[in-house]
């Protein structure tokens, strides 16, 4: 089955500073990837997706991720974090090819991020 | 907002009560999904249909069940409620591979 790995749960960066969240995935093939982003209270909004072709993909608020297959990864980054930027992010696989699966999302342990002003 | 509404926001209710969530996907969409969002467990996938049918079934429990109904909207019921049941539960829906998700019900169980 496939499996999502987020190393790290907490990260702190400052206002202005680069940000890259990691995320690496566990399956037989590609999968598509996803990042979501999570604010207090609030559902999961999609920030990106990844399903083939360019490995660098752009997606709102600045952010951008970059498809490694050698590395089974897909880190997510940003150039200039804003205060607002603090959430929780996941990042999320699906396995297209599974039987059975549907379409399932499979989520990492998402990685909580703090902005210092 | 993602066009995905799930109705109650809220829910606090006792141990071994029955509830039902309420889902309507984006107009458009023929998939919903639910998620649970727990602590302890993180987001899972519980189950998910397609246009009515059941499409594919993850770790949800004998005492939950779901349907999707004729307009679409999907209605999901939690039955004999455990402690271990409190959690953010998530509707989502999507029309090819990208899924949106709604606000979520939390739902609380004293």
């Known amino acids: 089955a496939q499996s999502v790995t987020q190393p790290d749960i907490h990260i702190t960066v400052s206002e202005g500073a680069s940000l890259e969240l990691r995320c690496n995935y566990s399956?037989?093939?590609?999968?598509?990837l996803f990042w979501y982003v999570q604010s207090p209270g609030q559902g999961l909004q999609l920030l990106l997706k990844?399903?083939?072709?360019?490995?660098l993909v752009q997606g709102i608020k600045g952010f951008e991720a970059e498809f490694k297959r050698s590395q089974s990864s897909f880190n997510l980054r940003k150039p200039s974090v804003h205060w607002s930027d603090a959430a929780e992010y996941f990042c999320?696989?699906?396995?297209?090819?599974?039987?059975?699966?549907?379409?399932?999302?499979?989520f990492g342990t998402g990685t909580q991020l703090k902005v210092e002003l | 907002d993602s066009g995905v509404t799930q109705t109650p926001k809220h829910l606090i209710t006792a141990t071994g009560q029955r509830v039902t969530l309420r889902c309507s996907p984006r107009?458009?969409?023929?998939?919903v999904y639910w998620y649970q969002q727990s602590l302890d467990q993180g987001l899972q996938f519980l189950i998910q249909?397609?246009?009515?049918?059941?499409?594919a079934k993850g770790n949800i429990l004998e005492r939950f069940s779901a349907q999707q109904f004729p307009d679409l909207h999907s209605e999901l019921n939690l039955s004999s409620l455990e402690l271990g049941d409190s959690a953010l539960y998530f509707c989502?829906?999507?029309?090819?591979?990208?899924?949106?998700f709604g606000p979520g019900t939390r739902l609380t169980v004293l």
């Open positions: 989502a829906s999507s029309g090819h591979n990208e899924q949106f």
């Open positions: 399956y037989g093939a590609t999968p598509y």
């Open positions: 990844y399903f083939s072709g360019d490995t």
């Open positions: 999320a696989v699906v396995a297209p090819h599974l039987t059975g699966g549907g379409n399932k999302l499979t």
């Open positions: 107009s458009g969409d023929l998939s």
């Open positions: 249909y397609y246009n009515g049918e059941e499409r």
